[in-house]
């Protein structure tokens, strides 16, 4: 993992509780556009007792990312260690993001991608 965290612009959209965010490198570049919808759990006492303890956690759809299967480890640790550290407060701790991509680029480079012989797990999605 790169030691230099991302930065980030974050703006309010139209919905409740949705985020537009920009991602940007060490040198300002933009490098990937998202949208963060924090899920925060119901208070206590709108659940049953015997309900379990849930943590609250950043669902993260990114629209558009410079990112490959050679660094998508390293986006998401770093993109985490940013969107944690500017969406907890002193009320709320988030644990941990929920990351969901449109299909990669690469996968449909494949030659016996849409094949449901070779690949059922895609055109189950379909």
């Known amino acids: 993992m790169s ?5 980030l612009k974050l703006s309010r959209t139209l919905y409740d509780n949705v985020y537009s965010c920009m991602l940007f ?9 998202m949208r963060i919808v924090p899920s925060i759990p119901l208070d206590r006492s709108a659940v049953p007792e015997d309900a379990p303890v849930v943590p609250a956690y ?3 759809i990114v629209d558009d990312a ?13 993109a985490t260690y940013t969107l944690l550290k500017r969406f907890s ?5 988030f644990q941990h993001c929920q990351f969901y ?10 030659a016996d991608a849409l094949d ?11």
Do not use: C, H, W
């Open 25 to 33: 490198n060490e040198n300002q570049q933009p490098i990937g556009k």
């Open 89 to 93: 407060t002193e009320v709320i701790n």
């Open 101 to 110: 991509y449109p299909s990669p680029a690469f996968i449909f480079e494949q």
């Open 116 to 126: 449901p012989k070779a690949n059922p797990e895609v055109n189950s999605m379909m």
């Open 58 to 60: 950043l669902l993260v």
């Open 3 to 7: 030691n230099s965290a991302y930065t």
């Open 66 to 78: 410079d990112i490959n299967k050679d660094n998508l480890i390293d986006f998401e640790e770093r």
